[in-house]
C-alpha cells in the first residue's frame, strides 16, 4: 500500500491506499473508491487534478505476492480486488506460464470495478481463468460485462467448482472482514492448505477464526 498525507481545510489527515498495478519502475497507481462523506476519498476526487502534488510515504505492507510454481487464486470482494489485480497482472508478466483463478464478488453489476481490464488480461492469456459472482442481478453496469457467473454468496460449493481440481495452490484473498472470515473457512473446507493462504487484514489475525 501507499501511504498519503493530506491537508483538507486546515486538518491533516493520513490514509492508505493499496497499490492497484504492478511495479513499473516508473509510478504507483491507487485506485480509490469515492465514499459517501469520506473526507480522504472526496478530497482526492473533487479536489486533487493532474499534475497536483502529494505528499507519499514508501511502499509498505506485508500483503505481497511470493514468487511460486504451484497455480495461483486471487480471491477478492468489494474493493479488496486492488491489490489482487496488481497481483494478477505481475503474475502474467512474470510467469506466464502459472495458472491463474481470478475470482471476484462484487454487490452488483453497477459496483464491479474493473471488470473489463480483467476481462481484457482474459482475453489475451489463456492461463488465466475468471469467475464473477454477483449479490445480486441488476441492469445496467459502468463496467459494462456479460452476466456474472452466480447470483448470491460465494459458497464453499462454487469455490470448489472455481477451483484447480488439485487444491495444492497458493490462494491470496481480500475483502469486507466477514467475506474473508468465511473465506477462510471455507478454503479449507474445499482442501486448500491453510500454510498456502495469504490475506491483508487490518487488526488481530484471530478475529477471523
Known sequence: YLGLRLVVDGREIRRNYSLSSAPDGQGYRISVKREPGGVASNFLHERVHEGDLLDLFSPAGEFTLAPGQRPLALISGGVGITPTLAMLEA????????????????????????????????????????????????????????????????????????????????????????????????????????????????????ALD
Open 91 to 206: 503474475t502474467l508478466a512474470a510467469e506466464p506460464a502459472r495458472p491463474v483463478h481470478f475470482i471476484h464478488c462484487a454487490r452488483n453489476a453497477r459496483v464491479h470495478a474493473f471488470r473489463q481490464q480483467v476481462d481484457q488480461l482474459a482475453r489475451r492469456h489463456a492461463q488465466l481463468q475468471v469467475f464473477y459472482c454477483h449479490d445480486e442481478a441488476v441492469e445496467g453496469s459502468a463496467d459494462t460485462g456479460a452476466a456474472p457467473h452466480a447470483i448470491g454468496r460465494l459458497t464453499p460449493q462454487r469455490l470448489a467448482q472455481w477451483l484447480p481440481a488439485d487444491r495444492n495452490v497458493d490462494a491470496y484473498f481480500l475483502g469486507p472482514k466477514p467475506f474473508m472470515a468465511q473465506l477462510r473457512r471455507d478454503l479449507q473446507a474445499v482442501g486448500v492448505p491453510q500454510a498456502q493462504t495469504r490475506y491483508e487484514f487490518f487488526g488481530p489475525a484471530s
